[in-house]
């Protein structure tokens, strides 16, 4: 089975830090992304990445970069956290690089910015 | 822009009853279409998708969804909910040249 392995499922941070949040998936997946997930509006796309060293702009990245240094492995960095980044957060990865392949999915990382 | 809209915020469903969640989506090339799962705390799980062929698709744990071109729609559906089907539900378009919009997710609750 495919995994898909977020490095906390609860985070707490304040105004101003950095932060980090780790995906790593296990299958070789070329693609993968980056979500966050707000009560009344689904997913919304952050960035995604189809290659190492790759990566591209989703619907929403303000306030967020992201870095894939190894291909198991998709970072996502809050520069400067805020109390609108107050979210959960989803990881997912897919084969190939055809977009209608089937995304697996993290269990999320729940982030509270004080 | 390709959207994807998922008409009820909450439905309330009794335990054995049929289910009918319903997706629309708004874009004029072939779609490729998705439904997932997510149970409380947890990440995505896909139930079932669509990318051609019969316009009815088979699913996980029962669930089925009928692909409708002429209505621009892709239902979920289930004759007899269980009370662990109570989950919020995400219906998820791709136009195969661009990565999925996910609707704004519907909630399912079951009623004893």
């Known amino acids: 089975d495919v995994k898909v392995t977020q490095s906390s499922r609860y985070l707490v941070k304040r105004t101003g830090e950095k932060v980090f949040l780790e995906c790593v998936q296990d299958?070789?997946?070329?693609?993968m992304f980056w979500y966050r997930q707000d009560p009344g509006l689904g997913l919304r796309l952050i960035y995604f990445?189809?290659?190492?060293?790759?990566?591209e702009k989703g619907d929403i990245p303000e306030g967020y970069s992201v870095s894939r240094e190894k291909k198991e492995r998709f970072s996502l960095i809050l520069e400067s956290a805020s109390t609108n980044q107050t979210s959960m957060y989803l990881c997912?990865?897919?084969?190939?690089?055809?977009?209608?392949?089937?995304?697996?999915f993290g269990p999320g990382t729940r982030l509270l910015v004080l | 822009a390709q959207s994807v809209t998922q008409p009820d915020i909450h439905i309330t469903v009794s335990e054995g009853a049929s289910l009918e969640l319903r997706c629309n989506y708004s874009?004029?090339?072939?779609?490729?279409l998705f439904w997932y799962v997510q149970s409380p705390g947890q990440g995505l799980q896909l139930l079932l998708k669509?990318?051609?062929?019969?316009?009815l698709v088979q699913g996980i744990k029962g669930f089925e969804a009928e692909f409708k071109r002429s209505q621009s729609s892709f239902n979920l559906r289930k004759p007899s909910v269980h009370w662990s089907d109570a989950a919020e539900y995400f219906c998820?378009?791709?136009?195969?040249?661009?990565?999925?919009?996910f609707g704004k997710g519907t909630m399912l609750l079951v009623s004893p």
């Open positions: 669509y990318f051609s062929g019969d316009t």
């Open positions: 998820a378009y791709s136009s195969g040249y661009s990565t999925l919009t």
């Open positions: 299958m070789d997946h070329e693609n």
């Open positions: 997912a990865s897919s084969p190939r690089q055809e977009w209608e392949e089937t995304q697996y």
């Open positions: 990445s189809y290659d190492v060293k790759m990566k």
């Open positions: 874009y004029g090339a072939t779609p490729y």
